[in-house]
Nanobody, 126 residues
């Protein structure tokens, strides 16, 4: 089992920045590809960004390319999402997720991620 706890959400004005963190415990963090998803009210959970076990590969949703950066620190068992130039449409609950243990690639498919955090709210005001 992998436990994931997100933090760093909050209220920010459009154009501002936030850095989300996700601390993992329970299993060896570096064994897992990791990702961020978001879910706006009344909508399905959508892919934001993913990163491979050793940070060698990343992928982003088109809507966040050039504004968001995913990273990880395996020594600290922590996943990050740096969000810059935030827009009101970025408002959502953000979830981190751990993928299949020992998988060395990345996947943008939600079903490929087995463990999820409880989410952190990000609200961007106009």
């Amino acid at each position: 089992q992998v436990q994931l706890v997100e933090s760093g959400g909050g209220l920010v004005q459009a154009g501002g920045s936030l850095r989300l963190s996700c601390v993992a415990s329970g299993r060896t963090f570096s064994n897992y590809p990791m990702g961020w998803w978001y879910q706006a009210p009344g909508k399905e959970r959508e892919f934001v960004a993913v990163i491979s076990w050793n940070s060698g590969s990343t992928a982003y949703a088109d809507s966040v390319k050039g504004r968001f950066t995913i990273s990880r620190d395996n020594a600290k068992n922590t996943l990050y999402l740096q969000m810059n130039s935030l827009k009101p449409e970025d408002t959502a609950v953000y979830y981190c997720a751990a993928g299949k243990e020992y998988y060395r690639g990345t996947s943008t498919g939600r079903r490929d991620y087995d463990y999820w955090g409880q989410g952190t709210q990000v609200t961007v005001s106009s």
